[in-house]
């Protein structure tokens, strides 16, 4: 059975496609390197001990698109991770991400139509509940979708109605829709993990920069939250829980079990944690001291968020039960690795 991965170079996309040939899948990623490297595919291929196909293609090249369905006839089903996602870019280019991220989901839909493709899994983000009121925290699938705070955050929530409509309109696609918290860490390896492009603008890739003195100081946005210690509140789930995840959505698609055409899933492991436990915690399980400011709030932030996974847990028979120390440790060890540092 081949998966047809997009984005499959990237961060999450990696992890998914080491998972997706670990359960025997053969898998063809199409990506068109813009943030990513292709020496990924050996990090890939030294875990898996097998390469995954690899198209550089970009989903905004329709013709290229279909040629990948067109070479690879036994594509089952699809996992669409490609997409920019910037927030403060997507501020400042909006044109740039409605283009890239609505026109690549278009075109791929079109393709699989043309080509019997049934199902898909779409990689979407618990940005779409903006900020949940107290009476939805923890969040779960029946929280109401909020006007989103920038123009990435609006992309996933259309490319969700995109689907949506898509599948009302035509009986035989299975969508799986996942929206993920706050996805950290890396392959235990340390083969594979995030590589962010520049300065990083998530949490976990500035700390483990800032560890790495490449970075002087961690700024926390923010200590005068309505939250325990003050900072910010985020459900963060290992990338390689995560990536489980899609194998069992896949493996729910091909097995008919899907309830509904169009089904979502809240991906998180259901605590919340602050950035002040995040810090405090990667310092004590690494022994390395971070210098860090508190800093204004930063714009858009929300102030706490975490998941109710409990529909994922059940229908999806997945969890995300990795415990938070290693999974910063796993972070650390991808930092060191990629920066070659030995201690
Ligand atoms: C951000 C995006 C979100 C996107 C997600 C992808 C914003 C506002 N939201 O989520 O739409 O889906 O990334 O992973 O950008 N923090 C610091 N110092 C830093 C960096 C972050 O204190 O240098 C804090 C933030 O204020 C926040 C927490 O760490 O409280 C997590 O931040 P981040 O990793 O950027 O994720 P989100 O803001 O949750």
Redesign the pocket.
């Known amino acids: 059975m081949r998966i047809l991965v997009t984005g499959g170079t990237g961060y999450i996309g990696s992890h998914t496609t080491v998972s997706l040939m670990q359960q025997g899948y053969d898998v063809t990623i199409v990506d068109n390197l813009s943030n990513s490297d292709k020496n990924v595919l050996d990090g890939i291929e030294q875990i898996v001990g097998k390469r995954p196909d690899f198209c550089q293609v970009d989903c905004l090249n329709e013709q290229a698109l279909n040629q990948v369905f067109d070479t690879y006839k036994d594509i089952e089903a699809v996992i669409h991770f490609a997409a920019s996602?910037a927030?403060?870019e997507s501020v400042e280019k909006p044109l740039l991400y409605y283009r890239n991220n609505i026109l690549s989901l278009i075109n791929l839909l079109e393709a699989m139509h043309r080509h019997s493709v049934k199902h898909i899994v779409f990689s979407s983000?618990?940005?779409v509940y903006g900020q949940p009121d107290k009476d939805h925290l923890p969040v779960d699938e029946t929280a109401p979708i909020q006007k989103a705070?920038?123009p990435?955050?609006n992309t996933?929530q259309i490319n969700e109605e995109i689907i949506c409509d898509t599948a009302h309109s035509d009986a035989s696609l299975n969508a799986i829709i996942l929206r993920?918290f706050?996805?950290i860490g890396a392959h235990q390896s340390a083969l594979i993990g995030e590589l962010p492009n520049g300065v990083?603008?998530?949490?976990?890739p500035?700390v483990t920069q800032t560890a790495a003195g490449l970075r002087d100081k961690?700024?926390?946005?923010?200590n005068d939250y309505n939250t325990p210690d003050g900072?910010?509140?985020?459900d963060y789930i290992y990338v390689v829980d995560l990536a489980k995840a899609h194998v069992c959505a896949v493996e729910r698609m091909l097995q008919g079990k899907t309830k509904e055409q169009v089904e979502v899933f809240n991906l998180g492991t259901g605590r919340g944690l602050s950035?002040l436990e995040?810090l405090n915690t990667f310092m004590r399980v690494t022994g390395v001291t971070i210098p860090y400011e508190i800093?204004p709030?930063?714009e858009?932030?929300?102030e706490k968020?975490w998941a109710n996974p409990k529909k994922a847990n059940e229908v999806l028979g997945w969890k995300a039960d990795t415990p938070v120390e290693e999974v910063l440790l796993s972070a650390w060890n991808w930092e060191k690795h990629i920066r070659n540092l030995n201690n």
Request: proline residues 5%; glycine residues 10%; contains cysteine.
């Open positions: 996602k927030v403060g983000s618990c940005t705070l920038s990435y955050g996933k993920y706050n996805p990083p603008n998530n949490l976990l500035f961690l700024r926390v946005f923010g900072s910010c509140i985020r950035v995040i800093a709030r930063r858009g932030d929300i968020v």
